[in-house]
């Protein structure tokens, strides 16, 4: 599975970005699409995952409420929609993509990973 990450880039606090992650390879119809991000000097930190079938998602408790993550099977497309941001919003944000049907919120847990794009939230 290969994914390629795009959307990040310059906002002001209080705006909206939406991430897109296109996903190709076998068996992507069987995974769990995840959004992770990381901060310089921190650990990966859990977002949000959603079932390729859309009908489970899961949220970190810093975004529950602000973003929202959606799925167009038809363009194996994961969308990250961002809104309310924050500075402390400011990370890379990375897709990753679990083989299997089951959700997870821990790095170790994905298969495949994302380039990454930045995202950065002005105050």
């Known amino acids: 599975v290969q994914l390629q990450a795009s959307g990040g880039g310059l906002v002001q606090a209080g705006g909206s970005l939406r991430l897109s992650c296109a996903a190709s390879?076998?068996?992507?119809?069987?995974?769990?699409m995840g959004w992770f991000r990381q901060v310089p000097g921190k650990e990966r930190e859990f977002v949000a995952c959603?079932?390729?079938?859309?009908?489970?998602?899961y949220y970190g408790d810093s975004v529950k409420g602000r973003f929202t993550v959606s799925m167009a099977n038809a363009k194996n497309t994961v969308y990250l929609q961002m809104s309310s941001l924050k500075p402390e919003d400011t990370a890379v944000y990375y897709c990753?993509?679990?083989?299997?049907?089951?959700?997870?919120?821990?790095?170790?847990?994905?298969?495949?990973w994302g380039q990454g794009t930045q995202v950065t939230v002005s105050s």
């Open positions: 959603i079932s390729w079938s859309a009908d489970r998602t």
């Open positions: 990753a993509a679990r083989n299997t049907i089951l959700v997870a919120t821990t790095p170790g847990s994905y298969d495949y």
């Open positions: 390879g076998r068996s992507i119809i069987t995974s769990v």
